[in-house]
């Protein structure tokens, strides 16, 4: 393989700051339930809160409205359906103060696209809301450095290869570049295709995954996006 068809990207905690925002809405959450006189711990707020979201991705999706949704829910589980309309009123607050706050990209984000895509067409493939992630992609000043944008519920070996399939991409060909393990890098290289793993400092406990042995050739880990470029080059060198 000599070069690359295609070059997609994670938006979320990939190329902005993401996961943060979540943690700032469970804090504020649980400055809310003290008012309700429900008192507990950051670390019991996180427990209760994922187990409810995990739950809900299947009716929910993943999103701000997934998430405040989830909020309301153990709101009234937790207070015993004692939590009042103004409280209510708050997480809707926190919805369109999430949906609406400036998107802030990682250090190097749009130095890394415009590399990149001298050479190869990018695709930002993100997970979501429709509607929020298109905003954010138009917010963030980088829509011009992608070719093609796919916003999926979820992030499946099986959606994968239906995206390469629509853009007659054969997997050895493509590249997948993500925050999370779970969500951009196993489903793509187990569907046939190579990835660069960025770890994010801040990252939702649900993303976590362990990589088998066997597929660790099948991708490469860097600490920034700078390295990315690098790291792809590896890849290309790798592939038979």
């Known amino acids: 393989m000599s070069h690359l068809d295609l070059i ?21 959450f649980r400055r809310l339930l003290a008012r309700a006189g429900v008192v507990m711990s950051s670390e019991e707020i996180e427990v209760c809160v994922n187990r409810t979201e995990v739950a809900n991705l299947a009716y929910y999706g993943y999103g ?5 949704l989830s909020l309301a829910e153990t709101a009234i589980e937790l207070t015993g359906g004692r939590i009042g309309g103004g409280d209510l009123r708050d997480l809707i607050d926190l919805a369109k103060q999430m949906l609406t706050e400036d998107v802030e990209l990682f250090p190097g984000a749009e130095e890394t696209l415009t590399t990149l895509a001298a050479s190869s067409p990018l695709m930002l493939i993100t997970k979501g809301d429709l509607l929020h992630q298109r905003s ?3 917010r963030s000043g980088l829509v011009g450095c ?3 944008v796919e916003v999926v519920s979820h992030k499946t070996t099986d959606v ?12 050895e060909r493509f590249v997948m570049i993500g925050n999370s393990l779970r969500s951009d890098i ?3 290289v187990e569907a046939g295709g190579w990835a660069v793993h960025v770890p994010a400092a801040v990252s939702w406990s649900h993303e ?8 660790h050739g099948r991708f490469v880990e860097v600490p920034a996006l700078e390295r990315v470029p690098e790291a792809i080059r590896t890849l290309v060198r790798r592939s038979p």
């Open 208 to 215: 976590e995954a362990e990589a088998p042995a066997h597929l």
């Open 136 to 138: 954010k992609l138009e």
């Open 160 to 171: 994968y290869t239906s995206i390469l399939s629509r853009h007659g991409v054969a997997p």
């Open 64 to 68: 701000v409205s997934s998430f405040v």
């Open 8 to 28: 997609a990207f994670d938006g979320d905690d990939t190329l902005w700051h993401n996961e943060r925002s979540y943690r700032e809405g469970r804090e504020r």
């Open 146 to 148: 992608f070719r093609y």
């Open 186 to 188: 196993l489903p793509v």
